[in-house]
């Protein structure tokens, strides 16, 4: 259960490339690091990630109220994870909701949820799940509050079938994270608020206290054409960086 996506702009023919690296402190099996500073991306993250989603199960089109099976309360399950890691991403299809059509998230306790309550008044009405945080838009409902966990994270769903998927990253058995919970701890809150100004007000760099380093090149490329036009060695990342780019 993986989805990568990489997204490239091109005019016409000409091609521009740019490269950046941040030269940052040593890697940590931080849930937030890679978060909170995107120059991190850069760098490998010492975890797997998982995608769980409403995907046709035979292949076909029929992508919509496919579950992980039911819990013991007759909930639909919408993700099942063992920990320690961190959901960082749910998107569901809106639409008329009611109070019948509710979401439940458990944190390292399977009896009782830490989150109990209807998906409009979740997603976009209750802190920290507000805008920029949470929202609605192009017909759907998101979040990207992060929902970190130590032993195990599950989301269940009660009402009408839904296009849904959820995103996030496990770590290495033994780290040590500390769990969403409501209230979220001052700690929590601290960098949940960061998060927020992140969204709100985003700037470049993103990680103010360290100085990313650019490679940039442009390539002119014919069809079927392969080039190197941004190659970089140093520090951040593997050390080593050449993006190859084709037409």
């Known amino acids: 259960m ?30 937030w ?25 035979n292949g076909g089109n029929n992508d919509m ?45 399977l009896s009782q949820p830490a989150i109990d309550t209807t998906i409009s008044r979740l997603l976009g009405e209750t802190w920290p799940f507000v805008p920029p945080l949470a929202d609605s838009a192009m017909a759907a409902w998101f979040s990207y509050v992060p929902i970190a966990f130590q032993s195990c994270v599950r989301i269940c769903y009660r009402g009408a079938s839904l296009y849904y998927h959820v995103n996030g990253l496990s770590l290495p058995v033994g780290t040590d994270v500390e769990p969403f919970a409501t209230p979220p701890s001052p700690s929590y809150q601290s960098r949940l608020d ?33 080039s190197t036009p941004a190659p970089y060695a140093g520090s951040g990342g593997g050390g080593q960086s050449a993006k190859r780019v084709c037409f």
């Open 2 to 31: 993986f989805v990568c996506t990489l997204r490239c702009h091109a005019v016409g023919v000409a091609l521009s490339l740019m490269v950046c690296v941040s030269a940052s402190p040593c890697q940590s099996p931080d849930v």
């Open 33 to 57: 690091r890679p978060i909170l500073h995107t120059e991190a991306l850069l760098d490998s993250i010492p975890g797997t990630a998982f995608h769980f989603s409403s995907y046709a199960r």
């Open 65 to 109: 109220g496919q579950y992980y099976g039911t819990d013991p309360f007759g909930w639909k399950i919408l993700c099942d994870v063992t920990g320690p890691g961190v959901v960082t991403e749910f998107w569901c299809t809106r639409r008329p909701w009611s109070d019948t059509l509710r979401l439940r998230v458990f944190v390292d306790n």
């Open 194 to 226: 960061s998060l927020f100004d992140r969204l709100e007000n985003p700037q470049r760099p993103a990680w103010p206290d360290h100085t990313p380093l650019y490679a940039q090149g442009t390539a002119q490329l014919a069809a079927g054409a392969c």
